[in-house]
């Protein structure tokens, strides 16, 4: 089982940066990994995915060019770079993982962490 702890939310005003970790407890190279956000409102949708063993990423169009996704295999810890953050943005983060499942649609990853709140103003 894999436990996954976010962390790195807060407020900041528009065009700012953010840092999103997550941990998890226990990781190898064929996991796939992603983050996800949920505003009020809306449904939950992908951000960024990436596999732990290499290989491409993959974002959603909302938000390329200005995140980056990562990972720290020595510290199993996957990690959300946000850059010039707009309003929009505001939600709840959350990462998860999956042995199998690597798609940007949320529904099929079996790990999840509990969130952290991004609030953007402007």
């Known amino acids: 089982q894999v436990q996954l702890v976010e962390s790195g939310g807060g407020s900041v005003q528009a065009g700012g940066s953010l840092r999103l970790s997550c941990v998890a407890s226990?990781?190898?190279?064929?996991?796939?990994m992603g983050w996800f956000r949920q505003a009020p409102g809306k449904e939950r949708e992908g951000v960024a995915v990436l596999y732990t063993g290499g290989g491409p990423t993959d974002y959603a169009d909302s938000v390329e060019g200005r995140f980056t996704i990562s990972l720290d295999n020595a510290k199993n810890t996957l990690y959300l770079q946000m850059s010039s953050l707009k309003p929009e943005d505001t939600a709840m983060y959350y990462c998860?993982?999956?042995?199998?499942?690597?798609?940007?649609?949320?529904?099929?990853?079996?790990?999840w962490g509990q969130g952290t709140q991004v609030t953007v103003s402007s």
């Open positions: 226990t990781l190898d190279s064929h996991y796939w």
């Open positions: 998860a993982a999956d042995r199998y499942w690597g798609r940007l649609e949320s529904s099929g990853y079996k790990y």
